[in-house]
Every structure is written in C-alpha cells, then in structure tokens.
C-alpha cells in the first residue's frame, strides 16, 4: 500500500462529521410543522423542539471549537494556513476548470472561501435560533432579551437563512464530486483517515498529530462556555400556558 500523511488532526474530522450529522438532525426537529412530524410525533414519545434545542447548543459548541481550533490546532487546521489573500484565491480560480492541477495539501483557496462562508452561516443560524419563537410554544432562551420586533427579525433569518445553508451545502458536496469526477482529486477519503497520499504531501508538511489533550481542553471549555450561555439565558427555553 503507498505511503499515507496526516493532513486533518482528528479533532478537526470529528467536527466535521459532527456538524454534518448536527444540521440533519436540526433540519429533522426544527420543521416542526411538516407532515413527517405527525408521523414521527405519533411513533416516538420525543419532544423533538427539545432536541433541536439540544443539538442547536452542541453546534455553537462546535462553531467555538473550530474556531479556537483555527487559531491554535494543529498546522492544515490554523486560518492563517488555509484562509487566501485575494491574488492567491484569483489565481486559483483561474486553474479551476483545469483537469490536473496540483492538488492542494489543505484546503484549496476556493474551498477555504467556501468553508468560511458555510462557518458563517451555520453560525448565523446558530446564532438567530436563539431569539427565535414560533409565538405559540417554542421561543429560543434569549428570546424575551430583544423586544418583538427583533425577535421577529431573528426568527425570519432563521427561516430565511436555512435555505441558504440549504443551498450551501449543495454547492459544499457538488464541488467535492466535481473534483472527485472532473479532477480525480478524492478529498472525502482524507476528511475520513486525516490523510493524504505521500505523493501530495511532502513530509515537511504532513502534521505530526492530532494534539488530542489540547483538543480535549479546549473542547471542556467550550462545554463550559455554552452551559453559561444556556444558564444565564434570561427565560426558560419553554414558554408556559400557565
Ligand atoms: C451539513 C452538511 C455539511 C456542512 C455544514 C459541511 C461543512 C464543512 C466545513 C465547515 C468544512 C471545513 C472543515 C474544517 O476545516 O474544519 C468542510 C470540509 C469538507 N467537507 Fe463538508 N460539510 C457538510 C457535508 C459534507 C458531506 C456530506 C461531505 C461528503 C460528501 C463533506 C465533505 C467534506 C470534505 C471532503 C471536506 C474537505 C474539503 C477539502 O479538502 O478542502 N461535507 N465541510
Ligand atoms: C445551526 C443551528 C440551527 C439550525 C440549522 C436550525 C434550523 C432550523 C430549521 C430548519 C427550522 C425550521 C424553520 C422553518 O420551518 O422554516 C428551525 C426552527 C426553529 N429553531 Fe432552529 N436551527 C438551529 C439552531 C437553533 C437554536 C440554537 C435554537 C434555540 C436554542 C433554535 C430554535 C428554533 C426555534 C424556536 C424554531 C421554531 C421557529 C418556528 O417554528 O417559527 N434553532 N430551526
């Protein structure tokens, strides 16, 4: 078998599939109005508002991970490492179309665009379900800090937002087939074991580990700083009929 190198440390892969496995299940719960909901209503004795709830603080923990990760994780993971200048991603985007470009160690200038703007949204729309309600039951934990008219704002971008996200990830999973197809550049595979073949990592660049106990602090303190979020919220994510 040909020689593999690490590219993408472990904490990095579980955020990864994590947040992918999180939307789904976001998408799943938050619809609460869709038809599939009677059905999974009816069969599960689940409170499913409560777990898009849940899974809706798991993905801001997530987005803070990564997002101290990218300062301070290992070398593919830093946003000093992977985030380009405007004449580096231009000049990349010229050689797009071409079949055998070189294939990048990290993340390519244009995926590195394409992961800031799917952060971004995913944290907007983190972010604005805090303030959401659906004005019968559901309202999120910050909802009573910001008066109606706000609240109402963040609960449209909610909606609004998602089919972005929607759409994001369409064009996420469409450019990985078109380098899979077009490119013959296989990324799914390495964003699975974290590595790459030697032939496109010289060693000089492989990363030498996953830096699984800073990954593991930095993941307690996350875990800490959304449980004060959650705490301190100003009412109880339930609205009451009493
Ligand atoms: C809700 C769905 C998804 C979201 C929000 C999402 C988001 C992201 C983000 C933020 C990154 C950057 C990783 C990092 O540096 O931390 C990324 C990379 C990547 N994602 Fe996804 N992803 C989704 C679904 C998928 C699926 C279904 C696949 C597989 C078919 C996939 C394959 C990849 C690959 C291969 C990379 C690395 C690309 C590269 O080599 O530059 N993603 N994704
Ligand atoms: C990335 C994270 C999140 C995603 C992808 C997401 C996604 C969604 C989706 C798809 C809906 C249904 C919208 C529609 O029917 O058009 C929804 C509704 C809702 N979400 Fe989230 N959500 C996220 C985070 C949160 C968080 C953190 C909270 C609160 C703690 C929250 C609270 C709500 C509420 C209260 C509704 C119901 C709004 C209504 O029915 O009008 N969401 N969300």
């Not at 990095?12 to 789904?24: D, G, K, N, T």
């Not at 079949?99 to 944290?123: E, F, Q, T, Y």
């Amino acid at each position: 078998m040909s020689e593999k190198r690490l590219v993408w440390d472990l904490p990095l892969r579980a955020f990864h599939w994590l947040l992918f496995l999180s939307i789904v299940g976001l998408w799943v719960t938050g619809k609460s109005d869709a038809d599939y909901m009677d059905w999974l209503t009816k069969h599960f004795d689940i409170t499913w508002m409560e777990w898009h709830f849940r899974i809706g603080y798991f993905v801001i923990g997530l987005l803070l991970f990564r997002i101290i990760w990218g300062f301070i994780g290992p070398k593919h993971a830093r946003f000093v490492n992977f985030v380009p200048g405007p004449v580096k991603f231009f000049s990349y985007l010229g050689g797009v179309f071409k079949r055998d470009s070189k294939p990048a160690i990290g993340h390519n200038p244009m995926g590195a665009v394409m992961v800031l703007v799917l952060l971004a949204s995913v944290g907007l729309q983190a972010f604005t379900g805090l303030f959401t309600s659906d004005d019968i039951v559901w309202a999120g934990p910050y909802n009573s800090a910001v008066n109606s008219a706000l609240a109402d704002k963040m609960g449209a971008i909610h909606h609004e937002n998602y089919e972005i996200l929607l759409v994001l990830v369409g064009v996420h999973i469409a450019a990985i087939l078109y380098y899979a197809i077009w490119k013959r550049q296989r990324l799914v595979p390495a964003m699975v074991t974290g590595k790459k073949p030697a032939e496109e990592v010289p060693a000089s660049e492989a990363i030498p580990g996953s830096q699984l106990l800073k990954a593991l602090i930095v993941a307690l303190l996350c875990v800490g700083a959304v449980t004060v979020l959650v705490k301190k919220a100003p009412a109880p994510p339930v609205a009451s009929f009493d």
